[in-house]
């Protein structure tokens, strides 16, 4: 069987929140949080969604579009050091193929009690045949949409 050559991609994102640091790692670690603004455009729907948030974890955020186009999100932790850091591993599937692999962590800054700077690296492997100049950029792009939608989340939180 033929293997489509892997295509290798990194990006960098900072963002920073008007909210605590614990305020900020709450919305990763907890289910209920993160499924207000770890999300996907339109008219997706959740098939399954799974979190246990520890090092060793795994969460699972399986959904469908309209379309039929199913995307499948599977990661592992790593390391979690509450309110500093979180690493994890991540699998995509699309549509059954296995997509990619990444690589990524997320540092999380104390600024003020109420001003958070979260920084978010992630390496990626594409493994279906995707550029990795393209492939990057739609996920740097997707990501960076992913972490507005936490911002609006914080936001919602502190009223």
């Known amino acids: 069987m033929k293997h489509s050559k892997i295509a290798n991609g990194t990006f960098t994102i900072e963002r920073t929140y008007k909210a605590s ?18 999300v996907g455009p339109g008219d997706w ?12 974890g795994l ?13 499948v999100y599977e990661s592992r932790f790593h390391s979690i050091v509450p309110n500093q850091q979180i690493v994890f591993v991540y699998d995509m599937h699309l549509n059954g193929k296995h997509h990619s692999v990444s690589l990524a962590s997320v540092e999380i800054e104390s600024l003020e009690p109420k001003k958070t700077r979260l920084i978010f690296t992630e390496q990626v492997a594409f493994l279906d045949g995707t ?3 393209k492939g990057t950029k739609d996920r740097e792009e997707g990501t960076m949409e992913l972490l507005k939608k936490l911002a609006g989340h914080l936001e919602r939180e502190s009223n």
């Open 21 to 38: 640091a614990e305020a900020v790692f709450s919305a990763w670690a907890d289910l209920d949080s993160r499924a207000q603004w770890f």
């Open 131 to 133: 550029t990795g100049q």
């Open 45 to 56: 729907k959740v098939v399954r969604r799974e979190l246990d948030f520890r090092v060793g």
């Open 59 to 71: 969460e699972v955020l399986h959904s469908r579009f309209k379309s039929g186009y199913e995307p």
